[in-house]
């Protein structure tokens, strides 16, 4: 029989944090709950987890340290962000650094246990893998066709940063490269950009510099 895998929930709101217990619970992980950001960090350095969700702002510790720490001294966890209003420019630092994702609060269950099953794939990548790079980069095609047609999704997607991307398909590096600006990575995924995607990229890279 398969263990189920071990998740660590880290954050200072109660009700949060329980939710996830609750949500996670029933879809079959083992869940375990802190709402100490130093406690997060003494279980996640002494327990096996195979995830680790965290907040990244608690009053006792910054969700980001957290993040750095487990990336050093226990490379082989997965991390899963959960941030608010405001800080979402960290979240996309914390990407960069090599967590799994990130979830915008407030969040649905659906919202989350969908990236809870994606940040949870064996990391091995199955056969059939180049098709799968093949839609992604026709879905950040789509997302980048419809900011360039629909100012009104567009102007929510360069508001959010990101959170309306969290019910697509898309990889970790894919929703960071779309909410940060990447002009870079999009073109080297998905091939040459039209004037107006390029534009909105542009406006989105700005956005995350000031």
Not at 20 to 25: E, I, Q, S
Not at 98 to 124: C, M, N, Q, R
Not at 185 to 204: H, I, Q, S, Y
């Amino acid at each position: 029989m398969v263990s189920p895998r071990r998740i660590l929930v880290v954050d200072d709101e109660p009700v949060v944090s329980e939710s996830c217990r609750r949500v996670l619970g029933r879809r079959g992980y083992e869940v375990a709950t802190v709402t100490r950001g130093r406690d997060g960090l003494d279980r996640a350095m002494g327990q096996h987890f195979d995830l680790v969700i965290t907040d990244l702002r608690m009053p006792d510790l910054d969700g980001m340290d957290l993040v750095r720490a487990i990336r050093r001294e226990r490379p082989n966890t997965s991390v899963m962000i959960i941030t608010g209003y405001g800080t979402v420019g960290s979240a996309v630092e914390a990407l960069r650094l090599g967590v799994e994702d990130y979830i915008e609060k407030p969040f649905t269950p659906a919202e989350l246990t969908s990236a809870v099953d994606h940040a949870l794939v064996a990391p091995d990548e199955p056969t059939g893998a180049e098709p799968a790079r093949v839609v992604e980069a026709d879905l950040v095609k789509e997302v980048l066709r419809q900011v360039s047609a629909e100012p009104d999704f567009g102007r929510r997607l360069l508001e959010s940063g990101g959170r309306v991307l969290s019910g697509l398909a898309l990889s970790r590096e894919a929703k960071a490269a779309i909410a940060s600006g990447d002009i870079v990575w999009v073109e080297k995924r998905c091939g040459e950009l039209t004037a107006e995607e390029r534009d909105w990229l542009e406006r989105r890279l700005q956005a995350e510099i000031w």
